[in-house]
């Protein structure tokens, strides 16, 4: 079992950002699910473990080995896709896998065996004599995933790998991953819920370089069963409802106001009882740390 442990982690950028706010964490195998609004800290977080940059203070042990020390030892261990991957040089999806692999230090029997093997587990095959510019998105996200997986790493980190893909690539993308998560530590990074609902066994919330919340998406839902209760509303209404309600979402539908909210007992008034979603968890959990300041 491999096992990330992020202690007191924090990081203010040299322009007076604080992106990372005193972070304790415990990750082991399988996926793991980070969200947060945007610049809530998640990339700054995913970067300071791959060691792309360094943090002001705390600790990050991996298997018992200080990897804030010991940058070396992590980036033999981990694959990173991320956020922006950037521009490709020309050349096939065959010989950027080989360059990478080169920088990573695998060596040429390794390289040779491994780079087939996972252009076929990406089902990029086919395609490996194409140039990476010329793929599209999905593609793109696959062939990155290949890529962190070169070198057999422990740990995989994936920044928003979905964002911009059509839904049949990004549940291809998805069914990837899945099949990746069970032996390593997969950390994934996105703003979409219910992606982490359906991929991960633990998650955590970050908001504004803090932890507000870590746990597993089953538990966080159970805490909310019985207190979730949904209404369709006239726009017009919102204020109204805002004042006497704990509102935890709205959402357009039909030019109607689907309003969820958060109350222990029912709230008369045409709300319905519903079974709590991930999303409920999430704004409700932001919403408890934004009122607490
Ligand atoms: N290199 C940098 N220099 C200065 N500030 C930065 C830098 N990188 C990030 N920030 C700031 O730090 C905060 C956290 O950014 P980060 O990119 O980690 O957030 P995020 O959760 O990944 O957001 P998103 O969902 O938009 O990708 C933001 O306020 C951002 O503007
Ligand atoms: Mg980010």
């Not at 706010?21 to 399988?30: A, K, Q, R, Y």
């Not at 020390?69 to 261990?77: A, V």
């Not at 991957?85 to 999806?93: D, I, M, Q, R, T």
């Not at 908001?207 to 019985?226: E, S, W």
């Amino acid at each position: 079992m491999n096992r990330l442990q992020i202690t007191n982690l924090s990081k203010t950028y040299p322009n007076g950002v604080r992106a990372l706010d005193n972070i304790s964490l415990t990750i082991t195998n399988g996926m793991f699910g980070l969200l947060g609004p945007n610049g809530a800290g998640k990339s700054t977080l995913m970067k300071t473990i791959a060691g792309l940059q360094a943090a002001d203070t705390g600790e990050i042990f991996f298997n018992e080995v200080n990897i804030l020390q010991q940058p070396i030892f992590i980036k033999k261990q981990l694959g990173y896709l991320p956020q922006e991957f950037g521009v490709y040089p020309k050349l096939s999806a065959y010989q950027l896998l080989d360059h990478i692999a080169v920088l990573k230090g695998l060596p040429a029997t390794a390289r040779r065996e491994q780079i087939p093997a996972l252009l076929q587990q990406v089902n990029l095959y086919q395609q490996r004599n194409m140039e990476v510019h010329s793929f599209s998105g999905g593609m793109r996200q696959r062939f990155g995933i290949a890529q962190a997986l070169l070198g057999d790493p422990h740990i995989i980190i994936v920044d928003e790998p979905t964002a911009g893909l059509d839904p049949e690539e990004r549940s291809r993308f998805n069914n990837l991953l899945s099949e990746i998560g069970e032996n390593i530590i997969v950390i994934l990074s996105t703003h979409l819920v219910e992606d982490v609902r359906s991929l991960c066994t633990s998650m955590a919330i970050v908001n504004k370089g803090r932890l507000i919340a870590a746990g597993a998406p089953d538990a966080f839902i159970d805490q909310l069963n019985g207190y979730i209760w949904r209404k369709f509303i006239n726009k017009e209404e919102l204020s109204d409802y805002q004042q006497n309600h704990r509102i935890i979402s709205t959402q357009l539908n039909a030019g109607k106001l689907l309003v969820h909210i958060h109350n222990h007992q029912h709230p008369g008034n045409g709300f319905q009882p519903i079974t709590p979603h991930l999303e409920d968890v999430y704004f409700s959990q932001l919403l408890n740390t934004n009122n607490h300041e």
